[in-house]
C-alpha cells in the first residue's frame, strides 16, 4: 500500500472541496470567512523517559476547527506521516461529518509524529500519558473528546481517561469519564464501538444497493487497509453474501478470485500482524489490486489513494471510502467521468463519530446502551445522513462528494445565522 508523503495536499484539497460546494450554493461571504480557517491549533513537544533511560523529544498536534454545534470531536493518530497540514485536514472533515449526520459535535483531530511499531507497550503507555498532560486544559469532556484513529485504540484511550481524570480533583474524576471515546467497555466504552466505522461503510452500501436495485448477495469487493476499518467492513459485509477478493496492507496486496473469508483473515491477521501466508492468498503488485474486476471498492487506509495517477486503474460500481480523505480532486474527477458512483468519507465513514456520540452520551447519564439499541440508532442516524446528501446531489445537480459538504455547510451556516457573532 502506497503512503502519500504530501499531507499538505491533503488539507488544500479540503479547501478546494469547501470552496466548490460553497459556490454552488451562493455561501454566506462572512461564514465562509470562519469554517474556512481552523479555530485553535495546538502543537507540543514533550519528554518521554525511554525504556533503557535515554528521553526522546516528541511532537504532538491537536486542531479544532470549529465548535458552532457542540465541543471539538475527533480522533488521535499515531504516524510518522503526522503534520499540522494533515490534522487541520482532518479537524475540518469532523465538522462537516458531524454537520451531516445531525450530531451536535464540532470537529477536532490530532496526533503524534511517531512510529509506534518501534517503542515497546511501556513506553507507548508513558508517550500517551505525556501526550494527554501537556495538552492538559485543551481537551475536556465538555470542551474537545479525543477518541482512536490510524495505530491507536481503546487501550490507548483508556490511558488517556485515567491521566486525564487523575489531574481533576477527586470529587470531580467520575464527572469526567466522557474525556475520551472509543474505550474499552469495562472503563466506559460503548458496546458497538469497535465496529462502529466498518459498520456505517455497510450501511450506506446498502443503501446505496437499494437505491441501484443493486442485490448484494453474491457481489464482489475489495478492500485497500485491514486495520478496524476494514476488517470489520469486511466481516460485516460477509453476512449479505458478498465475496472479498482481494486485500491490502502495508506489506503488499493480495487476491483470492475464489473469495477469501473476512473471519478468518481477521483472526490470522491478530495473529500474525500480515496478510502474508495466509491460505490461498496469491500476492500481487498496487496496479493488478486497484485493477481488481468487482463491484465495490472501499479504500480503507491513508489519504491520496485514489488519484489521476490511480482511478483510471478502477474497474468497479461504486467507491465506499472508509477512510478519511482516500480520493483526491482529481482521482475524483476520473471516477465521474467513469461513471463509477462514490459514496464520500464525510458521510460512508461516519459510524465512528456517531457511536462515540452515543458512548459520550451514556458517560453523561451513567446510562449502557445494550449492542441492538446501538445499532439501531446508528442506521438510523447515517441513513438519515444519507438521503440528505442524496437529495443535495438532485437538487443541485451535482456530484456527492459536493452534495455532501453543501449538506454540512447548509447547517452550519443556519446555526451562524440564528446565533451571531459575538460580540
Not at 528521553?55 to 470531536?73: M, S
Not at 443493486?214 to 453474501?241: C, H, R
Not at 481488481?292 to 483510471?312: G, R
Not at 449538506?407 to 446555526?415: D, N, P, T, W, Y
Request: proline share 4%; with cysteine.
Amino acid at each position: 500500500m502506497k503512503e502519500t508523503q504530501q499531507a499538505a495536499s491533503v488539507y488544500q484539497n479540503v479547501c478546494r472541496q469547501f470552496d466548490k460546494a460553497a459556490d454552488l450554493i451562493d455561501f454566506d461571504p462572512e461564514i465562509r470567512k470562519i469554517l474556512g480557517k481552523t479555530q485553535n491549533e495546538v502543537i507540543v513537544n514533550f519528554p518521554v523517559i525511554m525504556d533503557d533511560g535515554h528521553i526522546e523529544i516528541l511532537t504532538g498536534y491537536r486542531v479544532q476547527h470549529n465548535n458552532v454545534l457542540g465541543p471539538y470531536k475527533g480522533g488521535l493518530r499515531y504516524h510518522p506521516a503526522v503534520d499540522i497540514d494533515e490534522v487541520r485536514a482532518l479537524a475540518t472533515w469532523m465538522t462537516w461529518k458531524s454537520a451531516i449526520v445531525n450530531i451536535p459535535f464540532g470537529g477536532a483531530k490530532g496526533g503524534i509524529q511517531v512510529d509506534p511499531s518501534k517503542y515497546s507497550h511501556s513506553e507507548l503507555q508513558r508517550i500517551t500519558r505525556r501526550f494527554t498532560f501537556a495538552l492538559g486544559c485543551n481537551i475536556g469532556p465538555e470542551f474537545d473528546i479525543p477518541a482512536p484513529d490510524v495505530n491507536t485504540n481503546a487501550q490507548i484511550m483508556a490511558w488517556i481517561l485515567d491521566t486525564y481524570v487523575s489531574t481533576q480533583p477527586p470529587h470531580s474524576r467520575q464527572a469526567n469519564v466522557h474525556i475520551v471515546t472509543g474505550k474499552p467497555v469495562e472503563s466506559g466504552g460503548s458496546l458497538g464501538r469497535d465496529k462502529a466505522t466498518g459498520q456505517g461503510v455497510v450501511y450506506t452500501i446498502e443503501q446505496w444497493a437499494n437505491d441501484r436495485k443493486f442485490d448484494l448477495n453474491g457481489a464482489t469487493y475489495f478492500v485497500q487497509g485491514f486495520g478496524n476499518v476494514g476488517s470489520w467492513t469486511s466481516i460485516l459485509l460477509k453476512p449479505y453474501g458478498a465475496k472479498l477478493v482481494a486485500v491490502e496492507d502495508i506489506c503488499g496486496a493480495y487476491e483470492d478470485p475464489n473469495g477469501i473469508d473476512p473471519d478468518e483473515l481477521n483472526e490470522y491477521f491478530k495473529e500474525k500482524h500480515t496478510l502474508d501466508g495466509f491460505k490461498n492468498l496469491k500476492k500481487i503488485d498496487h496496479e493488478k489490486f486497484l485493477n481488481t474486476k468487482a463491484d465495490i471498492f472501499v479504500p480503507a487506509a491513508l489519504e491520496n489513494q485514489v488519484t489521476s495517477e490511480t482511478a483510471s486503474l478502477l474497474n468497479v460500481r461504486v467507491v465506499a471510502e472508509g477512510a478519511n480523505g482516500p480520493t483526491d480532486l482529481d482521482g475524483d474527477e476520473i471516477l465521474q467521468q467513469k461513471k463509477i458512483d462514490m459514496i464520500p468519507d464525510i458521510i460512508c465513514n461516519a459510524g465512528g463519530v456517531i457511536v462515540s456520540y452515543f458512548e459520550w452520551l451514556q458517560n453523561k447519564r451513567s446510562e449502557f446502551w445494550d449492542l441492538e439499541e446501538v445499532d439501531r440508532k446508528l442506521h438510523r442516524l447515517i441513513v438519515g445522513g444519507y438521503e440528505r446528501v442524496r437529495a443535495a446531489a438532485k437538487e443541485y445537480k451535482t456530484d456527492w462528494r459536493t452534495a455532501a459538504y453543501i449538506v454540512a455547510l447548509a447547517r452550519l451556516e443556519k446555526v451562524y445565522k440564528e446565533r451571531g457573532i459575538f460580540p
